[in-house]
């Protein structure tokens, strides 16, 4: 991985994107996947893919373009394709152990869904944390769901300023990032 300067300014070499299993593509449909993307005119693209002494760099924003679209081995694990984000911040008197116990009830809740969360510490203020999901859930069972939990514990999550629940707009930059708290990821 090559990192430029500027903190969004985040390459992966076509080698990165094989070894870190960023896509299920192999090195050599990387290639073509490049050239069918120069070839369609994608002016979108610009220099989020470049090639420099015979390496190509792929922008972090457009991993995303990379995602197989077929798998011939029905055995092999696919990637999962999360589709929506949820961030819970109840600031004070939560500590790792109830985020815990959130993040895993509304994992089970949202039963029939692949979900995955992470419990981080929250850099303002110390002894303080927040929890970071994703799902495959829809948007409207996510609230629903919620909901019920909400009626249960007596506790306002949905409208809480710190809470957010929306589209995944990038998912490999979601999944890296999600990625970063691992030793406290779950995945049910």
Do not use: C
Not at 83 to 110: C, D, H, M, P, R
């Amino acid at each position: 991985m090559t990192t430029k300067t500027n903190e969004t300014n985040i390459y992966y070499t076509l080698q990165a994107l094989e070894t870190k299993n960023l896509t299920e593509l192999k090195y050599r449909q990387l290639k073509n996947r490049i050239k069918e993307l120069i070839n369609t005119n994608n002016k979108h693209i610009g220099t989020l893919i470049y090639k420099k002494s015979n390496v190509w760099f792929i922008h972090y924003s457009v991993v995303d373009l990379f995602a197989a679209k077929r798998v011939h081995d029905k055995t092999k694990p696919r990637a999962i394709n999360y589709k929506n984000e949820i961030t819970i911040n109840l600031e004070y008197n939560y500590n790792v152990a109830f985020y815990q116990f959130l993040g895993t009830t509304i994992a089970k809740i949202l039963k029939g869904s692949h979900t995955i969360f992470s419990v981080e510490p929250s850099p303002k203020i110390s002894n303080t944390y927040h929890l970071h999901m994703g799902t495959t859930a829809p948007h409207h069972i996510i609230i629903k769901r919620i909901k019920e939990i909400e009626s249960k514990t007596n506790i306002t999550i949905l409208n809480n300023p710190n809470t957010n629940v929306s589209k995944i707009r990038n998912l490999t930059q979601f999944v890296n990032y999600i990625a970063k708290q691992n030793q406290l990821i779950t995945n049910i």
